[in-house]
């Protein structure tokens, strides 16, 4: 009898969870013997939802996406509430936190990514110890812990302080405008919150924006109800203590002596990779793990990372100086999710003899998208060029840009395009219009000559089916589901936006597209019932 190949995953997320799933067939044939090690007492969720759950807008069995029950009896040995500490390559096993020892013959990264905690007063973990020290408390700790009303909103535990907070109308604070900052500020502001949010910056989102988009989503949060605070440099948090000398959080004190008072503080600082148990491993690290093509590690070709702590870079054939390798981890959940998908399959391949899968293609560059209620921003690409700008490229095809704006009511467009097709893109306001030319970016596309065509699709009288409806178009992007397919389960009854997403898995990712699912399900009952009633009067 063939003796399993042994693979050990570390880290039980959406990822992780994805990787198993698509091992399934090797398992009930005895070919695989899993293992995976969860540091959370919890099964794998998607932790794209977590801001969602904080305000009441997903429940936790809708954030569920393992089915531990189906794996157990498969034969996988799934282990949460326990870490790894530590892994000895040369004998192929690992050191868990509760002193067993797994051996395997294949190891997984799906450690994912922690919140970055800045280094400012009051957080004083963060501000006083070296790089080493921090890297060895990461190890011994899941996340740094923070003091009450301070939280970074990266698992369930933080998103129950969040709701309380939010379901006590307290005020939140949170500091960073990114995307996720953003995000979670309008919706806590939409369930009644008190919401300030505090950056640096002089507009919200502004790696993804320019100045005009960043000044139009400015006024859009205000009027959701969410105060913003620009050209603010945070240096200390303070906190007021109880009887028993407890820390609670109370304010942020600002550069130019501003206190920002507030009940309880959401850190959105941006996240990085978590690769300490990699580094101590000897294994190469840069902002994520090194990892090749095939998802292999450059330092040992027998482990492999896949998602937000993979940094997938083709492994050169002389040194470099890994701190400033090229590229990072995507940050996304579809490239992971189609990381793990490939690595199970290869894995499947190698135990059955077959050749080893075509590799992942490269993966195109993200469309950022904000996901608020009423609050519609799409980005992608560089948009810091100005229409009058002078093209730094001497050769090729010139750069051009297209702008529109009418602030008053809430709407920006900039195109930047190069031969006509779609290069950079900033929309604010215009959902049609973004969700043309996300379609248009994604396929590089050539953009109509007259660009005004595209602002049309949000004019009042635009009635005209839009390239987004075509069957083949992409409709969720983290589990690559096309319009024609939810049209095909629509007519097999899934008339549902969580009945597609339990049959295809669109919309169980990022959750962007499910207003798209739900449009797209509400033209098909609606030419379904005309069809109907064309057949009763024949």
Excluded at 428 to 452: C, F, H, I, K, N
Aim: hydrophobic residues 45%; proline residues 4%; contains cysteine.
């Amino acid at each position: 009898m063939t003796t399993p190949l042994r693979v050990l995953v570390v880290g039980f997320g959406p990822v992780a969870a994805r990787f198993a799933e698509d091992l399934l067939p090797a398992l009930e044939s005895g070919a695989i013997e899993l293992t995976i090690v969860g540091a959370e007492a919890s099964d794998a969720y998607n932790r794209v939802l977590v801001a969602e759950y904080a305000v009441g807008h997903a429940t936790l069995a809708g954030m569920e996406i393992a089915d531990t029950v189906a794996l157990r009896g498969a034969g996988a040995s799934v282990r949460t509430g326990v870490a790894v500490r530590s892994i000895d390559r040369r004998a192929r096993t690992a050191t868990l936190s509760d002193d067993s020892v797994e051996p395997w013959d294949r190891l997984v990264f799906a450690t994912g990514a922690r919140a970055l905690i800045p280094p400012l007063g009051g957080l004083e973990q963060s501000r006083l110890m070296n790089d080493r020290e921090r890297q060895a408390l990461l190890l011994r700790s899941n996340d740094q812990e923070l003091a009450d009303g301070v939280t970074a909103l990266r698992d369930l535990a933080d998103a129950d302080a969040v709701r309380r907070a939010v379901r006590d109308r307290r005020r939140v604070i949170v500091l960073g405008a990114g995307v996720l900052g953003l995000e979670i500020a309008l919706a806590a502001a939409r369930e009644g919150a008190d919401v300030c949010v505090v950056h640096t910056g002089g507009f919200p989102m502004g790696r993804n924006l320019d100045r005009g988009a960043g000044h139009v989503l400015t006024a859009a949060a205000r009027a959701a109800g969410v105060s913003l605070i620009a050209h603010s440099r945070i240096e200390d948090v303070v906190y007021t203590h109880d009887e028993q000398g407890r820390a609670h959080f109370d304010a942020l004190l600002s550069s130019d002596g501003k206190m920002i008072h507030g009940d309880m503080l959401i850190l959105s600082c941006g996240v990085r990779a978590r690769t300490e148990l990699a580094r101590s491993a000897r294994l190469p690290v840069a902002s994520g793990i090194l990892v090749d093509r095939d998802l292999s590690s450059w330092g040992d070709a027998d482990v492999f990372a896949i998602g937000d702590c993979a940094q997938v870079l083709a492994k050169p054939d002389e040194l470099i100086d890994l701190e400033n390798a090229p590229g990072a981890p995507s940050g996304l959940i579809g490239p992971g999710w189609r990381q793990a998908e490939w690595l199970a399959a290869r894995l499947r391949a190698e135990v059955a003899g077959l050749p080893t899968p075509e590799l992942l293609p490269i993966e195109s560059p993200s469309v950022v998208t904000l996901k608020a209620e009423g609050v519609d921003v799409v980005a992608a690409g560089d948009v810091s060029a100005e229409p009058w700008d002078d093209d730094p490229i001497t050769t090729g095809a010139p750069r051009r840009v297209a702008q529109w704006a009418d602030p008053e009511h809430g709407r920006y467009v900039k195109l930047v395009t190069r031969d006509g097709v779609l290069e950079a893109m900033a929309c604010v306001g215009m959902p049609r219009t973004a969700a043309e030319l996300t379609l248009l970016y994604q396929r590089r596309g050539e953009l109509p000559a007259d660009r005004s065509v595209l602002l049309r699709h949000d004019g009042p009288d635009h009635v005209a089916a839009a390239a987004s409806d075509d069957p083949a178009a992409t409709v969720c992007w983290c589990n690559g589901v096309s319009a024609g397919r939810i049209t095909e389960v629509a007519a097999e009854g899934h008339t549902t936006v969580e009945s597609v997403g339990a049959c295809t898995r669109a919309g169980t990712g990022c959750g962007g597209c499910k207003s798209r699912i739900g449009e797209l399900l509400e033209a098909y009952l609606e030419s379904s019932a005309a069809a109907g009633a064309e057949e009763v009067a024949v």
